[in-house]
């Protein structure tokens, strides 16, 4: 275990004093003091490297002397923090329709998120999702938007990128929850494209909310994206379900080879247009689709 503190001379030097009678033998210029009875090395830089047990309680009075927090301690206070988060789901999947959602976690849902465990993404199933949705879903406000197959299709027609249509889609669900609120603390969108970008993709919009952390991997970063991250899944789930039931059976998600069998049925048994109401058509599995068709 290693822990690192950077501090400023004056920090060090009260430290270099509080350990004089322990210092060893030191010919590394780089290297300010290095501690005999315990594996602390101080470099000029201001640096101080703390390593094993031994090296992680002197870690732990020093961060208390100089009244620092610990970085994964910080990490959490920010991931807990109240804040509105964006993040989108189905641009990947052939079937089913693209799903944005814009969600505020306030101060009194956070005990709600910390009990469910929901940074743990990792484990996150089809199931888990459904479960934490409807736990935490009335804890939250939210703006949810689908953006149905046959409008994505569509706008595809009219040259819209995909990028240009998230653009416009967190755009708005965040300044209906803004707007909603009268919301004027931070805000986060899981970050899909330059900010330049998106702004120049929504410069169009009635209504643009400028003041945005664009943040990747923001759903390990803060817990309102992760929240709206379940929420948007949650809702591409339940459409998935519909869409099935429509067709008679279940349809896959992603992009695979199995997305290419499932469509060659669906022009046997539904015709191309049914195809079209339920798709992503311009996806490269409408043409890899093909060669199932017999
Ligand atoms: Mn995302």
């Not at 015709?271 to 311009?282: D, V, W, Y």
């Amino acid at each position: 275990m290693t822990k690192v503190l950077e501090l400023t001379k004056e920090q060090l030097n009260r430290m270099k004093d509080f350990y004089r009678d322990d210092l060893k033998d030191n010919d590394n210029e780089h290297v300010y003091f290095a501690v005999k009875s315990c594996p602390i090395m101080a470099y000029n830089s201001g640096k101080v490297v703390f390593q094993g047990p031994k090296g992680l309680n002197e870690y732990n009075m020093w961060i208390e002397i100089f009244d620092m927090v610990d970085d994964i301690i910080k990490k959490d206070i920010i991931y807990y923090s109240p804040s509105i988060g964006s993040d989108e789901v189905g641009k990947g999947d052939y079937f089913g329709p693209l799903v944005v959602c814009a969600c505020y976690v306030n101060k009194h849902a956070m005990d709600k998120v910390r009990d469910l465990r929901i940074s743990d993404s990792k484990k996150r199933t089809d199931d888990r999702i459904r479960k934490l949705a409807k736990e935490i879903k009335d804890d939250v406000t939210y703006s949810l938007l689908v953006l149905s197959n046959e409008k994505y299709n569509d706008l595809v027609n009219k040259g819209f990128s995909v990028t240009k249509m998230m653009s416009i889609l967190h755009n708005k669900a965040i300044t209906n929850l803004v707007d909603k609120l009268n919301y004027k603390g931070d805000i986060y969108i899981d970050q899909f494209a330059e900010p330049g970008v998106y702004f120049n993709y929504v410069k169009q919009e009635p209504k643009v909310t400028r003041n945005v952390h664009f943040t990747t991997k923001a759903e390990s970063k803060h817990s309102s994206v992760a929240v709206a991250s379940i929420l948007a899944r949650y809702k591409y789930l339940l459409e998935m379900d519909r869409l099935s039931d429509e067709i008679g059976f279940t349809l896959p998600k992603g992009a695979g080879d199995i997305v290419d069998q499932t469509i060659a049925k669906i022009i046997t048994e539904h015709g191309i247009e049914k195809l079209k109401t339920i798709s992503k058509f311009s996806f490269a599995n409408t043409e890899k689709a093909k060669k199932y068709l017999t």
